[in-house]
């Protein structure tokens, strides 16, 4: 204890001496405070006054959605924050505001996560944590880098990943934790959204993939979730903008995706870290709407790690960690109070979540060592001489003997004793309809963006002119055999490795079903109809336009029911090709090594095709077997030689012919029986089948596991530790 007072001694001294807790609150305008007593008074720019202490009383109305909010516990510490100041009208003793509100009281009581580390469950990443959020209020969870504030967050919303464990109580209304679907929403730290569609547009598909009822409905339900978050002016532009027009800003951007989860009218609003990338003007604007949301009755909790004394100032509650550990919970006025009785008060012309993070980041120590090199030239440098784990263990000791963690603990106790009204589910969009909004959507989406299917279009068609340029003119003779082999050879194998350009279109689709996922908008099964009916058509454009030139150019026989095969041939090859990008994109999130192993397949792949050394000839481990037969470039060129030469002859001499099947014979393994090429266009179909099958396992695992193959091969990728 001599060592933490004397650092605080030290720390106290070395503070300006306006940063006493008389003098803490300046009579500029220094931040914003609210006046007590007025849960739904606009924030005024007005000193602190002095008020009374009062008591809490929250009750919980039987047969209804409604909690009647009482005044917000002043801590003993609150009423002594400005002496100099005129109060406040006291209020009645008693007084009750009362209030329709459609949000939910949550609170929690000595939770505890641990994550699983090299021994089992065995880092503690919350320590026994106890909270409280009621309706209408804003409660922010605050702290440095790997304090646990998203792990706490994802705790409370029951997003906890299986490595993760969670100890103690949640409650919901007074009931252990059970919050339905549609009942509480979740904002993740990076969204994505979907750059060609806009912002009406985005919000209409997502009430469509959530909401169940009447499209009226929806419709009114997504203006008011863009009046909300007051995104009436960007309601119609693009998200992500084209060539001629910029999209949305990172703010206006974040308030798309919390809208997102506004569709649902959730009574609970969960956001990790809304002010992520934004600069101090958005930051304001988008606390201040969150400020009006909460006006309505929403319960909301978020987590931030630093903000401006304006933001600050807008916040109800705050639950300040470090290192898992709670330093203090309470008003946000009384968090000031905390500091300044602890030994640190806050600088005059500092700002308050500046100082609070000052006190507890134990980063800061790496700059006080940097910087006593420098002292003897600029001078004690006095704002970062303090310990941190002096100043953390000063805080935790004095934050468990104070009047604030009483009055946190009879406020748990008044919510928990009596059960309130339980959440309901708002029910569930069908598969079936869910299956058509994103076939839907996707059409969309691939009809707008170029680089999804115009682009390959046109690169398809280049190919095959390139192609059928090159090889044009053969004629039908025995001599032509060779090369016209060769020509549909390079087609296949070019135009699968062209595939390729898919990548980062189909990468954009599975971060969006993962984001759509997590919050039960959409599921592997409905993804995958919805992005397989919408290809198709594009598939079919380009697969029919490429075999067109190829076919002509290259000169094969003039029948429509050999074209027609060609065509559904290589339709089905490029279906092969989609599956095979999907089942990639859904392993590795990284365009490089997708690039690399896909191209590194195809090229083996195409080796063991059966052209450049005929298959039978191939070396029976690994590249006959399995590796001819698990290539879909054998069962297409195979298909295409049968449906090419099958029922031919060619005259040799005058006297004697011999079949296409014999011609053959030194240039490619294929069938005599007429209907083998329908056979291995069945098994290019099941090829296609078992591929997507193959990306719905994947996808399962890829959400519900959220384990991720690239971190064994990614040595740049930063790793994502709890925050």
């Known amino acids: 204890m001599e060592e933490i007072q004397s650092q605080s001694d030290h720390y106290r001294s070395s503070s300006s001496s306006a940063s006493s807790p008389a003098s803490r609150v300046p009579s500029s305008n220094f931040f914003y405070l609210r006046k007590p007593g007025a849960l739904r008074q606009p924030i005024s720019f007005e000193d602190s006054p002095d008020w009374e202490d009062t008591d809490i009383e929250v009750k919980v109305d039987e047969g209804g959605d409604s909690i009647n909010a009482a005044t917000t516990p002043a801590s003993p510490s609150l009423s002594k924050i400005n002496s100099g100041s005129l109060p406040s009208p006291p209020l009645p003793d008693g007084a009750v505001i009362t209030r ?22 065995s880092d503690k990443v919350v320590k026994s944590s106890n909270g409280y959020a009621l309706p209408g209020t804003m409660t922010v969870i605050m702290g ?78 997504v203006e008011d979730a863009i009046d909300s978050m007051s995104l009436g002016d960007y309601a119609n532009k693009l998200i992500g903008g084209h060539c001629y027009m910029k999209g949305l800003r990172s703010g206006e951007r974040r308030r798309v995706s919390i809208a997102r989860e506004l569709v649902m009218r959730p009574h609970i609003l969960f956001i990790d870290e809304p002010l992520y990338r934004l600069d101090s003007v958005s930051a304001l604007l988008m606390m201040v709407t969150l400020k009006k949301l909460a006006s309505t009755g929403c319960t909301l909790i ?21 290192n898992g550990n709670t330093l203090f919970f309470g008003e946000t006025l009384a968090c000031l109070q905390h500091f300044s ?48 784990a002096v100043a953390i263990r000063t805080l935790e000791a004095t934050y468990k ?69 090159v090889f044009s003119g053969l004629g039908h003779t025995l001599s032509s055999v060779v090369t016209r082999v060769a020509a549909i050879f ?45 290809s198709i058509p594009f598939l079919f454009l380009i697969s029919i336009s490429s075999s067109l030139v190829f076919y002509f150019l290259v000169g094969l026989r003039d029948e429509f029911s050999l074209l027609m095969y060609f065509v559904l041939n290589f339709f089905t090859c490029l279906l092969v090709n989609e599956g095979l990008v999907l089942a990639v994109t859904s392993i590795w999130q990284d365009v490089f090594w997708n690039i690399l192993i896909l191209v590194s397949t195809q090229v083996i792949m195409m080796l063991s095709a059966g ?87 994947l996808l399962k695992f890829y959400v519900r596991k959220n384990l991720f193959f690239p971190k064994l091969f990614l040595c740049n990728q930063n790793t994502k530790n709890s925050r």
């Open 144 to 221: 440095p880098a790997k304090s646990g504030k998203s792990t706490l967050l994802r705790a409370l919303a029951g997003r906890l990943p299986d490595s993760a464990r969670m100890y103690g109580e949640v409650f919901v209304n007074g009931t252990k934790m059970h919050m339905p679907y549609g009942s509480y929403g979740y904002v993740n730290r990076e969204t994505t959204l979907i750059g060609t569609l806009t912002v009406r547009e985005f919000l209409y598909y997502s009430a469509l993939l959530q909401l169940p009822g009447f499209l009226c409905q929806k419709r009114s339900v």
């Open 401 to 469: 003997s104070s009047a604030d963690a009483a009055a946190l603990e009879t406020m748990i106790v008044k919510l928990t004793e009596r059960e309130g009204p339980s959440l309901k589910s708002k029910g569930m969009v069908g598969n079936i309809t869910r299956v058509a909004v994103l076939t839907w959507r996707s059409l969309l989406i691939m009809s707008r963006e170029w680089k999804y299917y115009w682009l390959r279009l046109i690169l398809y068609m280049l190919l095959a002119l390139c192609i059928g340029t």
């Open 341 to 388: 009785n602890a030994g640190f008060p806050c600088p005059i012309m500092q700002s308050p979540s500046d100082h609070f993070l000052r006190a507890i980041n134990t980063e800061f120590d790496r700059i006080i060592a940097m910087c006593k090199s420098w002292q003897d030239d600029h001078g004690d440098l006095s704002a970062v001489n303090m310990d941190t």
């Open 302 to 322: 978020f987590t931030i790690y630093q903000s401006s004394t304006e933001v600050f100032g807008l916040f109800d509650r705050i639950c300040l960690l470090s």
């Open 490 to 534: 390079a087609f296949v194998s070019f135009t699968s490795i062209l595939s390729i350009a898919g990548v980062p279109a189909q990468m954009k689709e599975i971060k969006i079903y993962a984001c759509e996922e997590s919050n039960q908008h959409s599921g592997a099964f409905i993804f995958l109809l919805g992005q397989l009916f919408a």
């Open 611 to 697: 052209f450049l050394r005929i298959r039978s000839a191939l070396p029976r481990p690994v590249w006959m077997y399995p590796i001819s037969y698990i290539a879909f470039h054998t069962y297409s060129i195979q298909g295409l030689l049968e449906n090419e030469y099958i029922e031919t002859s060619f005259a040799i001499g005058q006297v004697r012919t011999i079949s296409g099947n014999q011609a053959l014979q030194n240039v490619y393994d294929i069938s005599t029986d007429s209907n083998s090429k329908w056979n291995n266009l069945l098994v290019l179909f099941l090829m296609a089948v078992a591929y997507r099958v193959l990306v719905f396992v």
């Open 100 to 121: 329709k509100i459609a949000g939910a009281s949550i609170c929690w009581k000595d939770l505890t996560v641990t994550i699983r580390g090299k021994r089992k469950y």
